[in-house]
């Protein structure tokens, strides 16, 4: 596995817009591995392409559910409302309250570059949102209402630490 180095708040890549995939290519292919691998290792359930530095329109979530990764990502529908905690692995050690929708249909396209639709309500819409922001160049911390709140890093000897 690779991880790369996620890029955090004040870094100007984080502020860009990311370019479209016109194909998958083997190095793409790599990106997409690195970026679940560095995902999982900082415990998050979504990482965009920019937080790691490449500003292309790459998006992988994990819910808990299933493994997602989205290729050039678009919102089709949002609807409802939900007011709820969001974080950010290139904010570290912060939340803030944040509402969206509360569903989203989302159509985005595969590894293979073949379209397909995703449909996420709660969490799902959250985080489906959130990194889609992130392919415009927008973070969370522009949505938050009140203070960015301090949060106490959950206990890593859950974690087992994988080589
Ligand atoms: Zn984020």
């Known amino acids: 596995m690779a991880l790369r180095k996620i890029r955090e708040i004040g870094d100007p890549i984080l502020n860009k817009t990311c370019k479209e995939v016109k194909e998958v290519t083997d190095r793409t292919r790599d990106l997409i591995d690195d970026m679940f691998d560095t995902m999982y290792e900082a415990q ?41 905690q969001e974080g950010c692995l290139s904010v570290p050690g912060k939340a803030g ?10 159509k985005a396209y595969n590894e293979d570059m073949e379209e397909f639709i995703v449909e996420g309500e ?42």
């Open 44 to 84: 998050g359930v979504g990482l965009a392409a920019p937080q790691v530095g490449i500003l292309k329109r790459i998006v992988v979530i994990d819910c808990g559910d299933d493994p997602l990764l989205l290729i050039n990502p678009e919102v089709l529908e949002t609807s409802g409302e939900q007011t709820g």
């Open 122 to 163: 709660e969490l799902l819409a959250r985080a489906l949102l959130h990194e889609i922001d992130h392919l415009d160049g927008h973070l969370y911390v522009e949505k938050v209402e009140g203070e960015l709140m301090n949060v106490v890093p959950d206990d890593e000897d859950e974690m087992e630490e994988e080589e």
């Open 97 to 106: 309250i944040v509402t969206r929708p509360n569903y989203a249909k989302v």
